[in-house]
């Protein structure tokens, strides 16, 4: 089974920095797309930003030119840098990936870290 394990988040005051990371670990076979979503407390989960395999990227409206999402294919990672932090970002940050296995693709999410954006 393929998991995903996500790190780096915490609190940070408004206007401040944090980087995310989610590797994939298990029985990888290969992973195209990988995304970030967010979910606040009493919301509905939105993606975040998303890279596929060949590097084309997309982000959600609110997080253009603040947020950056990139991966390391050999390392079956991915990151997002996040740049001024604004409290309306403040959400339980999950990873995805879509992994395939021959002709199945796999929706798979990691547990989700905690982004508080406070003074």
């Known amino acids: 089974q393929v998991q995903l394990v996500e790190s780096g988040g915490g609190l940070v005051q408004p206007g401040g920095s944090l980087r995310l990371s989610c590797a994939a670990t298990?029985?990888?076979?290969?992973?195209?797309?990988m995304a970030w979503y967010r979910q606040a407390p009493g919301k509905q989960r939105d993606m975040v930003a998303f890279?596929?395999?060949?590097?084309?990227?997309d982000y959600g409206a609110s997080v253009k030119g603040r947020f950056t999402i990139s991966r390391d294919n050999g390392k079956n990672t991915v990151y997002l840098q996040m740049n001024s932090l604004e409290p309306e970002d403040t959400a339980v940050y999950y990873c995805n990936a879509w992994h395939v296995e021959g002709t199945k693709t796999y929706d798979i999410w990691g547990r989700g870290t905690q982004v508080t954006v406070s003074s």
């Open positions: 890279m596929t395999r060949g590097g084309s990227t």
């Open positions: 298990g029985s990888i076979f290969r992973i195209n797309r």
